[in-house]
């Protein structure tokens, strides 16, 4: 990482030997994590990948206050953890919950829709590898279409993905944002800003797993890169009020600018088994998609506070 | 002390109020509501200065206070039947990491089909998770026993969660006269919470419930087991303790009732308890030697007290509002296994789904208990039998 305020901090959130898979993308977007708020976060981890890279009794691999929870909880005891701070009058502490997309999409979806519904001073982040990989690779609601895991082995999954950052979006609250692990100043500074906003924050955080899309391990942050330079994956930040597409994305509003998405497609193993027919339709949902996000900037815009 | 007349669930609401809790987390649920709308409502009236958190379920309900008091806070929250079998693995999660949560249970039957009366199988069914299940039969018990709750749970020799069961509309929505308390006093009993067993807080670099050794589960599990054995004789000094202080009977695991004479002993808990003592003291009249063991605690399970009180009379009745399906009703199992054989034991389900039961129906069970045991009829093995007057030729 390369900024300077960043460099300058102490705390790691990572802690070294920890037991994620090589080529991990949850232990950058943690260590992004730990270097921005380390100090004054409080974080609840429900089950999933992290569950374990959080690292084997008597020994830590993370270095949080950490509290592991049942899988649908988390919001609702990152709530209870804040209520109990407000309490104590500990308005210097932030409380995290570290995500999947299961325990945020999916299991967990009503938990964290009243937490946002109720506007509790938390930030989510939804550390999506598109999949339940914890368990061994199987579909979950923002795996994409098509794609080969465990329970969708042979056709691939025939549903399209959720998409929770718009879902929060829709419950008024006053920040979600979308990042990438390829991206970690951008995700560094969408931490930085969500800490400094009282309510509920989510950063739909985009984590490629190699063992799960089946890619080498030593390709998780280009494989990320290029999910945002192909316009597979769109960065933008929503907060209070204005909503834009962020830097790393901002060139591939025009279409004509992003890479081919076959270069995307190519390196992962879930997607070896797509016709060009089947890729043609993935690129048609990425237009449609930008022209959603297009079109919520322009919304938004015009609604700004003068 | 000042008298008020009060329903079983604004009582407990009361409790809580004079408990000081910090944060409070619910989901309505019939007959629980009132508790948490009462709650509720002294919260923004600033009666009691506690966050209250309103989720979208019972799950979230007890995650809530789950994270509140694992960072510090004295918590509540109410919740019955289904409510609670939503807040399933919340409550195992609760246990084993040793968080003093105080859970007012009205109890209720489980559907289908829809019934929104008391029995007790909503509370006994998540009795082997590690609350402390403690069942109320007055209005005035349910004040006392959710105060107590705190100061027991809390123990640095407990550390355990506590439910406090009332009967769904006997006891919830029926209204008594509860002796108060002063609120200083209640203070002074009951003083604010020390945060252990941990306290999570920034800067603080450690965590709860890490995957680790198997060998750890289990320890962790035999930690509880030997809290809950530690938790028995606690209950019982603060039993004492709080009767001496704000001047009520004692009872601590058990209340007895004619007991000391009884050559047969009836066996139940809960608000119905009443109307055994009722038709006990008819018996009575009529020279029948009958006494009633009311159990206040399911968990820890009063064994010695029992063992004694079985042991020392002809034979047992348990009277049952909640059955193990295949086996037998829940506090006759428990039963059964305290006394090892040493004593006849009969076994009667009644009043599931809310079935009314009077002192006349209790009358009549225990009157055919003891003819039968008189007569012969009744061995040393012990059987199970369904107490339904309205079916015929059953």
Redesign the interface.
């Known amino acids: 990482m390369s900024i300077p305020w960043l460099a300058s901090r102490r705390t790691r959130g990572v802690l070294p030997g920890n037991p994620a898979c090589s080529g991990c993308p949850h232990n950058i977007g943690l260590k992004v994590l730990g270097r921005v708020v380390g100090d004054r976060a409080i974080l609840v981890v429900p089950a999933g990948c992290t569950s374990i890279i959080a690292g084997y009794w008597p020994r830590e691999g993370l270095e949080f206050p950490l509290l592991h929870v049942p899988f649908a909880s988390a919001a609702a005891v990152a709530s209870g953890v804040r209520a109990a701070l407000d309490v104590g009058g500990r308005d210097d502490a932030i409380v995290v919950v570290w995500s999947g997309d299961g325990g945020a999409a999916d299991i967990g979806f009503a938990t964290l829709s009243g937490a946002a519904t109720r506007n509790e001073d938390i930030l989510v982040i939804v550390s999506d590898n598109e999949a339940y990989m914890n368990t061994g690779v199987q579909a979950s609601g923002t795996t994409m279409w098509k794609a080969l895991t465990t329970t969708s082995p042979v056709l691939g999954k025939t549903e399209e993905r959720k998409d929770i950052a718009l879902l929060t979006l829709m419950h008024k609250v006053p920040y979600v944002a979308t990042a990438s692990i390829g991206y970690p100043s951008d995700l560094a500074e969408k931490i930085r800003r969500a800490s400094e906003i009282k309510g509920f924050k989510l950063i739909h955080l985009h984590s490629p797993c190699p063992p799960g899309w089946r890619f080498d391990s030593d390709k998780t942050v280009l494989v990320a890169k290029l999910a945002v330079e192909t316009g597979a994956w769109i960065l933008w930040e929503y907060d209070r009020g204005n909503f834009k597409i962020s830097p790393p994305s901002t060139p591939y509003r025009d279409k004509s600018r992003r890479k081919p998405l076959t270069e995307y497609i190519k390196l992962q193993g879930r997607l070896a088994h797509l016709t060009e027919e089947d890729i043609r339709e993935i690129e048609r949902r990425i237009d449609e998609n930008w022209n959603l996000i297009l079109r919520l900037e322009e919304y938004y815009a015009s609604h700004v506070k003068a | 002390m000042k008298v008020k007349v009060l329903m079983g669930n604004t009582a407990v609401a009361e409790a809580v109020r004079m408990a000081d809790v ?2 409070v ?1 619910a989901y309505p649920i019939t007959p629980q509501t009132i508790i948490v709308e009462r709650i509720a409502d002294m919260v923004e009236r600033g009666e009691l200065k ?2 209250y ?5 019972e ?3 007890l ?11 004295r ?1 509540f929250t109410a919740t019955s039947s289904h409510g609670l079998l939503y807040m399933y ?2 409550l195992w ?1 609760v246990a084993n990491s040793r968080l003093p949560i105080v859970m007012a249970v009205v109890t209720r039957a489980i559907g289908p089909p829809w019934n929104i009366h008391s029995d007790h199988q909503d509370a006994l069914t998540v009795r082997d998770a590690g609350w402390i299940i403690g069942f109320a039969s007055s209005v005035e018990e349910a004040f006392d026993m959710t105060l107590q709750a705190y100061r027991v749970g809390e123990d640095r020799r407990v550390l355990l969660p506590v439910m406090v069961s009332l009967d769904g509309f006997t006891l919830s929505h029926t209204s008594e006269p509860v002796r108060l308390p002063e609120e200083s006093e209640v203070r002074e009993w009951l003083p604010p919470r020390e945060p252990l067993p941990f306290k ?14 198997d060998e ?1 589960t289990m320890e962790l599990r035999w930690y509880v087991w030997r809290a809950m054995e530690r938790a028995k004789h606690v209950i019982r000094e603060v039993s004492v303790d709080y009767a001496r202080r704000f001047d009520r009977s004692t009872h601590s695991l058990v209340e007895e009732f004619k007991t000391g004479d009884a050559r047969y002993l009836v066996v139940l808990a809960g608000a119905w308890s009443g109307d055994a003592m009722e038709a006990a003291d008819m018996l009575r009249d009529e020279g029948y030697p009958v006494g009633v063991a009311r159990l206040r605690y399911i968990r820890p399970f009063p064994a010695e007290e029992l063992r004694e009180l079985a042991t020392s009379v002809r034979a047992v009745l348990v009277i049952d509002r909640a059955v193990s399906m295949g086996h037998m009703g829940v506090i006759a199992g428990d039963l059964v296994a305290t006394t090892r054989g040493k004593v006849v034991v009969k076994n009667i389900i009644a009043g599931l789904g809310g079935v009314d039961m009077g002192p006349e129906d209790f009358k009549s069970i225990i009157k055919g208990f003891v003819e039968e045991y008189e007569s012969g009829a009744l061995d040393s093995w012990f059987y199970t039998e369904w107490y339904m007057p309205w079916v015929r030729g059953r």
């Open positions: 910090d944060v987390s506690a966050r958190v309103r989720v979208e379920s799950h979230s309900a995650a809530v206070v789950y994270g509140a008091s694992a960072s510090g806070a918590v693995e919340m999660w999570l807080e920034p800067g603080s670099y450690f965590s709860v419930g890490n995957l680790g050794p750890v």
